[in-house]
């Protein structure tokens, strides 16, 4: 199992700051096979970017990623009010695992 | 618009069986895999496993094995989770999620989602 390990667990930050999330594999990730979601509390998780770099269809391009092999990063350029919520990565090679999310909460 | 509908909240005592749907429509059911994914209360999301609903073939995580039964009816565009031998950590909201196109590499990730059924398991 390709176990990922984000930090921090807990990220405060104001809005208008920019936020940098890491997230590290315990095995190389497959030709960049790494997601990032958003999950808002009470709602379904929501896909934002995928290959590592590529965002979904409809996500703001103040969202990124960028990494390979077993080290990746993801940024909010400037945050926004709704985008405080828990982040995951997701490895989607043969058997999909989440990181344990980092929550990015309103200092 | 694509949609998964899911059945509702069970209650369950441990060593019992449960089963959960998933219920797509607004595209092709046998073009995606559907995953299943589990949150624990207060907690981070756990990949269940995946189900191709072309050919019915399964893959599920290692700590599931041999607990997990992943089905599907093609008539109504349905998918099946049944969790057995319930404990009280299986507690949590259980999800399915449709991937992308079977013949991508995109398959694996999950792009839509079930609004979700909370399994309770207690005595």
């Known amino acids: 199992e390709n176990v990922l390990t984000q930090s921090p667990g807990t990220l405060s930050l104001s809005p208008g700051e920019r936020a940098t999330l890491s997230c590290r594999a315990s095995q190389s990730v497959s030709s960049s096979y790494l997601a990032w979601y958003q999950q808002r509390p009470g709602q379904a998780p929501r896909l934002l970017i995928y290959g590592a770099s590529s965002r979904a269809t409809g996500i703001p391009d103040r969202f990124s990623g960028s990494g390979s092999g077993t080290d990746f990063i993801f940024t909010i350029s400037r945050l926004e009010p709704e985008d405080f919520a828990v982040y995951y990565c997701?490895?989607?090679?043969?058997?999909?695992?989440f990181g344990q999310g980092t929550r990015l909460e309103i200092k | 618009q694509v949609q998964l509908v899911q059945s509702g909240a069970e209650v369950k005592k441990p060593g019992a069986s449960v089963k959960v749907s998933c219920k797509a429509s607004?595209?092709?059911?046998?073009?995606?895999?559907i995953h299943w994914v589990r949150q624990a209360p207060g907690q981070g999301l756990e990949w269940m496993g995946w189900?191709?609903?072309?050919?019915?073939?399964?893959d599920c995580a290692q700590r599931f094995q041999g607990r997990v039964t992943m089905t599907r009816d093609t008539s109504i565009s349905t998918a099946f989770m049944e969790l057995s031998s319930l404990r009280s950590d299986d507690t949590a909201v259980y999800s399915c999620a449709r991937g992308g196109s079977i013949s991508s590499v995109l398959r694996g990730l999950m792009i839509h989602w079930g609004q979700g059924a909370l399994v309770t398991v207690s005595s």
């Open positions: 189900i191709n609903p072309n050919t019915g073939g399964t």
């Open positions: 997701q490895q989607y090679g043969s058997s999909p695992t």
């Open positions: 607004a595209y092709t059911f046998t073009g995606y895999y």
